[in-house]
């Protein structure tokens, strides 16, 4: 299975593509690829939406993953920026949806659950978990944080798939 991880963001949307292999013992999660959609703040809001859209319609084309995980919005004391970070998520999830790939959503909390077996992980925590799951040198991404969120979702969906088959498997519902 391929996953593209995406965070949003009104100035930069990471996104990470992850794919799974069975193993002995069970699944190897493996980097396909990961990078950061860079908007200006000179543009116009709608533009920058288009430029996301357009960035990660490319990146569904080009990576044809099987499914799309986006970190959810997150509520704020900055009304403004809560409301464009939920139009960037808007905007991500029109993008799977047209491309006809599941679309699932996650909250940081579930993601870093999921990643780092703590719901309230630092930041750091979460980078160097993705980093050592992937096998990566830290840093070794792009340089952008974005990116690391971005994979920690689709590792999250991915980890979350195998604790509801497992759990649907032992329960014997099919």
């Known amino acids: 299975m391929r996953v593209l991880g995406i965070d949003p963001g009104a100035r930069v949307t990471g996104y990470g593509v992850v794919g799974e292999k069975s193993a002995s013992g069970g699944h190897r999660i493996y980097l396909i690829g990961a990078g950061a959609i860079k908007t200006s703040p000179r543009l116009s809001l709608p533009k920058r ?10 990146m569904m084309a080009e990576f044809q993953p099987d499914a799309v995980a986006v970190e959810n919005t997150f509520l704020s004391n ?9 139009q960037a998520c808007g905007v991500a999830l029109l993008a799977a949806e047209l491309s006809g790939l599941q679309v699932h959503d996650y909250s940081p909390a579930e993601i870093k659950l999921a990643v780092v077996g703590h719901g309230g992980a630092e930041k750091e925590q979460v980078q160097r978990m993705v980093n050592y799951l992937l ?29 509801r088959e497992v759990m649907l498997s032992s329960s014997g519902i099919r």
């Open 78 to 86: 900055n009304f403004s920026a809560a409301l464009k970070l939920g």
């Open 135 to 163: 096998g990566s040198k830290s840093g070794e991404l792009d340089g952008s944080h974005h990116a690391t969120d971005a994979l920690a979702v689709a590792i999250c969906h991915l980890h979350s798939k195998n604790l």
């Open 49 to 58: 939406l288009r430029q996301i859209f357009e960035g990660l319609t490319q």
